[in-house]
């Protein structure tokens, strides 16, 4: 008899940043991740993450919601269905439960995980194999001060740990904004690449003044500097300047890639597991990306070391990726939940070996950073 879900847990996690990270629409201090903890009547268990930015500052779901959703309406679909078939749970899910991105998003990390190790496999190998096992990560300079942004650059390239950088700008008028990404990139010069994300922050007319001062202190990408929603606008930027556009939340998903790209739009795609609601989504939007010449960025919700690890063995499937990856949430938070932490190093991040995800939890600190209530 071929096994089936048996139970699905859902814990609120709580883990304190290393600094504020400041963002166009919060600034946080503090991450919470919905650890999901699948059990299986074969004994195995899978482990999956939701996690988004801010409470609701980033999209619709907080981490309260998701575990209520998960609790309430997506576990009953799972319990009891066979463990093994994950794009039958898929369809299951997607049935039944409209929306919810993060949630599923946790849920088939958590099958993938089960999958991998029942059958002694990595997801990477379950999703056909890794063409890469070491992937470059950027780090996000968001403290909100110009000196300690340069600083803590300049320390990342002396340790190699990043070469990338990625400032949050949107939350201060437009040309103080611009001053401060110009002041970083001129003092780190050609040893360091420097890109933007105003998640959202701006009209068009705005954007236009912006990217073009932008454009001109050298900085190499823009990320979704207008609403998701406005792809036409979005369109019109990639056309207008040299920068690339980075699209983030307005390519949720393969249909979003297929709007953007018939309309004409050039540039880059951030995929995020989590936006997409699983690996198998976010893969068939990087698929579009890559038919229609697309460049491909492997973004982040500042996950922890689950969802980090399975957005690595996702990205690791893909050819190598032009704009890299961004998944440095482990090292944003002081502590971890995983009896192993990820490996970073020379600019970036070994993909984690063994079945599954190639995670362990550690339970001690699992139960000291889980929400009692």
């Known amino acids: 008899m071929s096994s089936v879900i048996e139970s699905i847990e859902t814990l609120l996690v709580d883990l304190p940043t290393i600094r504020p990270h400041k963002l166009s629409m919060t600034t946080m201090a503090c ?48 319990v009891g269905q066979p463990s093994g078939n994950v794009h039958a749970l898929r369809v299951r899910l997607n049935r039944h439960a409209r929306g919810n991105a993060i949630a ?12 991998g190790k029942r059958l002694g496999l990595s997801v990477a190998d379950l999703l056909g194999g890794a063409r890469q096992t070491h992937l470059p990560v950027l780090w996000t300079l968001a403290s909100g001060d110009t000196r300690k942004d340069i600083d803590e650059a300049l320390l990342r390239l002396e340790q190699r740990r990043h070469c990338d950088f990625k400032l949050k700008i949107g939350a201060n008028p437009v040309d103080q904004d611009v001053r401060h990404v110009a002041a970083i990139k001129e003092a780190l010069g050609d040893r360091a690449s420097v890109r933007v994300d105003v998640n959202q922050a ?72 989590a936006k997409s609601g699983g690996i198998q989504g976010v893969l068939e939007l990087a698929h579009v990306a890559q038919a229609a010449g697309i460049g491909l960025y492997g973004g982040t919700l500042l996950e922890g070391s689950i969802g980090t690890a399975a957005s690595l063995h996702a990205w690791a499937t893909l050819p190598e990726m032009a704009w890299g990856t961004e998944m440095f949430g482990p090292l ?12 970073y190093h020379e600019f970036g991040v070994d993909l984690p070996q063994g079945a599954g995800l190639g995670i362990t939890l550690d339970e001690d600190k699992l139960a000291h950073y889980s929400r009692k209530n």
């Open 104 to 115: 599923k998003s946790a849920l088939e990390i958590a099958l993938l995980d089960a999958q």
């Open 202 to 273: 701006w009209d068009e007319s705005t954007a236009v003044r912006g990217i073009q001062a932008l454009q001109d202190a050298g900085i190499e990408l823009v990320e979704q500097a207008i609403p998701a929603r406005e792809h036409a606008g979005l369109i019109r930027l990639a056309n207008r300047f040299n920068v690339p556009m980075l699209a983030d939340e307005a390519v949720q998903d393969a249909r979003d890639a297929i709007d953007l790209v018939s309309g004409g739009f050039s540039g880059a795609f951030a995929l995020k597991i």
């Open 332 to 343: 944003l938070l002081e502590d971890d939940i995983v009896a192993e932490p990820l490996s």
């Open 31 to 78: 991450q919470t991740m919905v650890i999901v903890r699948m059990r299986h009547s074969d004994g195995i268990e899978g482990l999956g993450e939701g996690t988004t930015i801010g409470g609701l500052a980033y999209g619709p779901e907080s981490p309260e919601s998701i575990k209520t959703n998960i609790d309430t309406y997506l576990a009953p679909l799972l």
